[in-house]
């Protein structure tokens, strides 16, 4: 499965890999374009233009590209649409159930995206399911250079593997006696439900204030 971001440890820590994969694979898909594959410089004045959807709410989160060889736009917020005038539009157009852009295996979805992989899409479910289960010890190019993760990783907030998580809905009281050995700081029902309310973008993941950029040898 491609597009893994962050993931929930025991601790509660969040373990961002936005520039492994998400940063990392659009740099080297644009140099392939551009005919360039890393290390090959790329001539001045050769570049692609990237449209990236952030709307007016999220106007914070639209960043320049870290390298020459790519430009950013943002129609979006050219225009002024903010996530309301986006729905509309598709309504409009017959795809009001448009869901909002995350990976497949973000741990920032809620209950309801979850369910929705597992009920429409078996295949990925599958896919995001074993995922999970790989993570459990953290990334395995880490583990071989000394960098060895605290704890467990896991796709739900649950901090249980995803095939047992609870996702299917749960009582303020079921959560509540879930999590009882948790801080006090947990999710609060309405994002447990949901998700984080913030979409996806190339430099950021759902819920990020603060974009991850790395040239992760592929800047030159």
């Known amino acids: 499965m491609t597009n893994y971001l962050p993931r929930m440890t025991r601790t509660g820590e969040v373990q961002r890999s936005t520039g492994e994969y998400k940063i990392k694979p659009i740099k080297k898909k644009v140099r392939e374009i551009l005919g360039y594959p890393y290390p090959a410089r790329i001539p001045k004045g050769i570049f692609v233009e990237q449209w990236v959807g952030i709307s007016t709410d999220e106007f914070h989160r639209a960043k320049d590209a870290d390298v020459k060889y790519m430009r950013n736009r943002h129609p979006l917020i050219d225009m002024g649409w903010s996530r309301s005038d986006c729905v509309r539009y598709l309504t409009s157009l017959g795809l009001a159930d448009t869901p909002k852009s995350s990976c497949l295996g973000c741990p920032f979805h809620g209950n309801a995206q979850w369910r ?33 993760l ?14 047992e998580a609870p996702i299917d809905h749960v009582t303020a009281a079921e959560w509540a006696a879930m999590q009882q050995k948790l801080a006090d700081s947990g999710p609060d029902l309405e994002e447990l439900e949901q998700g984080v309310a913030d979409g996806c973008s190339p430099w950021a993941c759902r819920g990020e204030a603060e974009p991850v950029q790395d040239d992760f040898g592929l800047a030159s």
Request: aromatic content about 6%; glycine content about 8%; hydrophobic content about 35%.
């Open 116 to 148: 929705h992989i597992r009920e429409n899409s078996p295949e990925e479910w599958e896919d995001v399911v074993e995922f999970d289960a790989a993570i459990r010890k953290g990334n395995a190019r880490a583990n071989a250079t000394g960098n060895r």
């Open 150 to 163: 605290l704890g467990e990783a896991f796709l739900h907030r649950s901090r249980v593997p995803l095939g």
